[in-house]
């Protein structure tokens, strides 16, 4: 049971390098989600998939990119990273409900420890 | 936007204390959700609330939507070592397709 699988789990840029954080779930959910956690600031969103298909910012958007590539996987792009950007990132998914039922618990991802320097 | 504030923010207890924390808003949600987050690894889901009223529990922890629906509680009893960590509360709104998170609760128990 691997539920969300996130790649690479640990990884260190220096500013202005770009990078793809890579996000896969297998219980055929229909809901994505990019999360980053900092100290004292809890989850916050980035983007989200309610669909295979549909993209949406969440709550921080700025300086990134998603892909949804299938239903499967949901990718999040760094372009130009900066220091500002360090954190853990996480991937949840949720679902299989229908998009109007948006109450089905996420499940995360073991995160994704990025450094700029 | 929505906001939840947790509290405590930490807590220092004993083994074998009972422990509280809790989440209100001034929205309403229509589910609350309580996860558990260890060092290093991703939140997991501890308990899901979907009722107004409605009282949960999972093993020694027990959770409970508020009947206003602004807020919600999570109850550890007999704390033990394991129980260390961090607790998140998360809200959601139907049709929203978001949650929306507390900004945790960490938990230190002294042996």
């Known amino acids: 049971n691997a539920g969300v699988t996130q790649t690479p789990k640990f990884q260190v840029l220096k500013t202005g390098q770009s990078m793809t954080l890579q996000c896969a779930q297998d219980m055929n959910h229909n809901s994505m989600y990019w999360y980053r956690q900092d100290p004292g600031m809890g989850l916050r969103l980035i983007y989200y998939?309610?669909?295979?298909?549909?993209?949406d910012k969440g709550e921080v958007p700025n300086g990134y990119n998603v892909s949804r590539l299938n239903k499967r996987e949901f990718s999040l792009r760094l372009e130009s990273a900066a220091p500002s950007q360090t954190s853990v990132y996480f991937c949840a998914s949720s679902g299989p409900g229908q998009a109007l039922h948006s109450n089905q618990p996420q499940h995360f991802g073991d995160g994704t420890r990025l450094s700029i320097l | 936007g929505q906001q939840l504030n947790q509290s405590p923010q930490s807590m220092f207890i004993q083994e074998g204390e009972d422990v509280s924390m809790n989440c209100t808003s001034s929205s309403i949600f229509n589910t609350w959700l309580w996860y558990k987050q260890d060092p290093g690894e991703g939140p997991v889901l501890l308990i899901a609330?979907?009722?107004?009223?409605e009282l949960t529990s999972n093993g020694r922890l027990t959770a409970q939507f508020g009947i206003t629906r602004k807020d919600s509680f999570l109850n550890i009893s007999a704390s033990i070592p394991s129980d260390v960590g961090i607790y998140f509360c998360a809200g959601g709104v139907q049709g929203a397709q978001k949650l929306v998170f507390g900004q945790g609760t960490r938990l230190t128990i002294n042996p």
């Open positions: 998939s309610a669909s295979e298909g549909t993209t």
């Open positions: 609330l979907y009722k107004a009223g």
